[in-house]
């Protein structure tokens, strides 16, 4: 599958174990679904080298962070670790007003509190093959210390156990399948009879 149509708004949860792959897998998807929108989160964690400030999120510090909150600002926020992490509220209501395809890569705390909240979601977990594998790739990015790495292999066991919260499982094993896969998963949501019913409604009445 090489395009992925677009028939109105859509909030998408990814969720995965940290080391899954996520990011990776959502640039492929950009790649198949170019007017697809990815939230951008704010965080109180350190900016890894290779990533780039309100791109990959922005960062914040906890003082700002907490205003954040009292403020309303987020439609939802998490602790992961020794940090917060947050999807702003106007950017998302935005998008999805304008019928966007909009993507919110987010922990299963934060996938929770959305579910609750939005009718029209589809939540996707995505995992590795093997929990082995998983670890590999974790170590293998070099971007967290010993005892970072080691925290995040904790929560990765809490997260997968709660896997059977989402509405589909794509394994990530190949990018370029489990982006087909999700692709695949946003079209069927996409041509349900209740989203499509106004595209159709011509050709029934007059039939
Ligand atoms: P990382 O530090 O590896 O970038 O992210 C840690 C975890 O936080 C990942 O599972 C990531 O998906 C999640 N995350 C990123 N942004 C948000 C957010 O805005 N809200 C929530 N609840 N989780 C987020």
């Excluded at 492929?28 to 990959?56: G, W, Y």
């Excluded at 987020?74 to 917060?84: C, M, Q, R, S």
């Excluded at 934060?110 to 670890?135: C, H, N, V, Y």
Aim: with cysteine; proline share 2%.
């Amino acid at each position: 599958m090489s395009n992925c149509a677009s028939y109105g708004g859509l909030l998408v949860i990814l969720s995965g174990p940290s080391g899954v792959g996520k990011d990776t897998v959502l640039e492929k998807l950009k790649e198949k679904m170019p007017h697809m929108c990815l939230s951008v989160s704010m965080t109180t964690r350190q900016k890894r080298k290779e990533e780039t400030d309100r791109k990959d999120y922005i960062f914040t510090d906890f003082m700002d962070f907490d205003e954040k909150i009292k403020q309303g600002y987020f439609l939802e926020y998490a602790k992961y670790g020794e940090n917060y992490y947050g999807t702003p509220k106007t950017t998302i209501e935005n998008w999805l007003n304008e019928g966007k395809i909009v993507f919110l890569k987010i922990e299963v705390q934060g996938a929770q509190i959305i579910r609750s909240g939005f009718a029209k979601t589809i939540s996707i977990f995505l995992s590795t093959p093997t929990f082995a594998e998983l670890i590999t790739r974790l170590k293998a990015r070099k971007s967290e210390c010993d005892e970072d790495i080691a925290r995040r292999i904790e929560i990765a066991r809490s997260e997968l156990k709660r896997a059977n919260e989402y509405d589909y499982i794509v394994i990530n094993d190949v990018v370029d399948r489990a982006a087909d896969d999700i692709c695949a998963i946003i079209r069927a949501e996409q041509l349900k009879y209740k989203s499509m019913q106004k595209y159709v409604n011509e050709v029934i009445n007059n039939a």
